[in-house]
């Protein structure tokens, strides 16, 4: 029963609020964690929001008690990954072990390296050469060990780079969705006209408390499903269109973000990952459809939606 359940989200960013969204839909009761204990502008009003440093694990302990489902939703600053993310998810772990609670984390594809085009499925072997894609590859590992040891049940869901309301900060966020709604020309890095898989932030968390709901989902890795892989020039014409304006957009390269990256850290970061907007970055998610019968949702849904958002909220 629902009010038997404690969905605890550690995380308050986009995906976070949109794991709370899909919960409370649902009748789950859900708690959020994040620094400040203000309620995000994007979390539904039941959705009890708590301060807490995740940094302290004892703290993460305490946050977590009663807890059925934990969701592993906190992300640092771009800048800020080795340094910090290994040990946010080693709290949240021991904290979803210490509460006896199932432990969903989101995650993405760095681990899996340069490809070469090669689609990305779920069985490809970690190959990472950035110093980020090390850092989700030994993070990846251990919450799997974790898994293996009996000391958690663990399921992950693994999402290409997201757009969606709130999530401003992405490579699809405010430079591609923000500048079109504001008549600018979008910002993209690397090569326009190569296949790249964009994921829906709905689509992620749907797919991460679907995970949370099906027991043969624990122990496994699942790459979120996603709409149809366009090139990255098609995907933002996609938004133009919505936008009734005629699309206009340029492609970033090496120079451009380490001229950027003097003043944006964001930019600066991106540089070791821009392998994946200048070759076919194509995701299979086939496993995941075929497991849980789910679809992306189609891609100019979701571009409406997401335009939609950003006419209200006009971030630049």
Not at 243 to 264: A, V
Not at 293 to 314: D, H, S
């Amino acid at each position: 029963m629902a009010n038997q359940e404690l969905h605890v989200i550690f995380g308050a960013g986009p995906v976070g609020q949109a794991v709370a969204r899909e919960l409370t839909k649902r009748g789950k009761t859900v708690k959020m964690i994040n620094r400040s204990g203000k309620k995000p502008a994007g979390a539904p009003d039941s959705v009890t929001i708590v301060a807490g440093d995740v940094f302290d694990v004892n703290v993460a302990k305490d946050l977590a008690k009663g807890a059925t489902h934990v969701y592993q939703c906190t992300n640092p600053p771009y800048d800020k990954w080795p340094e910090q993310f290994p040990r946010l998810q080693a709290n949240t772990l021991e904290a979803a072990a210490s509460a006896g609670a199932k432990y969903i984390v989101t995650d993405n594809l760095y681990m899996y390296g340069d490809t070469n085009g090669q689609p990305l499925r779920e069985d490809l072997p970690y190959a990472a050469h950035t110093r980020k894609g090390k850092v989700r590859a030994e993070m990846a590992e251990s919450v799997m060990a974790a898994h293996r040891s009996g000391k958690v049940r663990v399921a992950v869901a693994r999402a290409s780079d997201y757009y969606g309301p709130q999530a401003t900060n992405s490579a699809s966020g405010d430079r591609m969705f923000g500048f079109a709604v504001q008549g600018k020309a979008a910002s993209v890095p690397g090569n326009l006209d190569m296949p790249h898989t964009y994921t829906y932030v709905p689509d992620f968390a749907q797919a991460l408390v679907i995970l949370g709901e099906r027991d043969e989902a624990l122990g496994q890795v699942w790459h979120v499903s996603n709409a149809e892989t366009l090139t990255t020039r098609q995907f933002v014409t996609l938004i133009y269109e919505e936008l009734q304006q005629s699309p206009k957009m340029s492609g970033m390269g090496k120079l451009m973000l380490r001229i950027g990256g003097i003043f944006i850290p964001m930019a600066r970061e991106t540089i070791e990952m821009l392998y994946e907007f200048e070759e076919p970055f194509v995701v299979d998610s086939s496993k995941f459809t075929k497991t849980f019968g789910v679809q992306g949702t189609p891609l100019r849904e979701a571009i409406k939606t997401t335009v939609a958002w950003y006419k209200q909220n006009q971030h630049a």
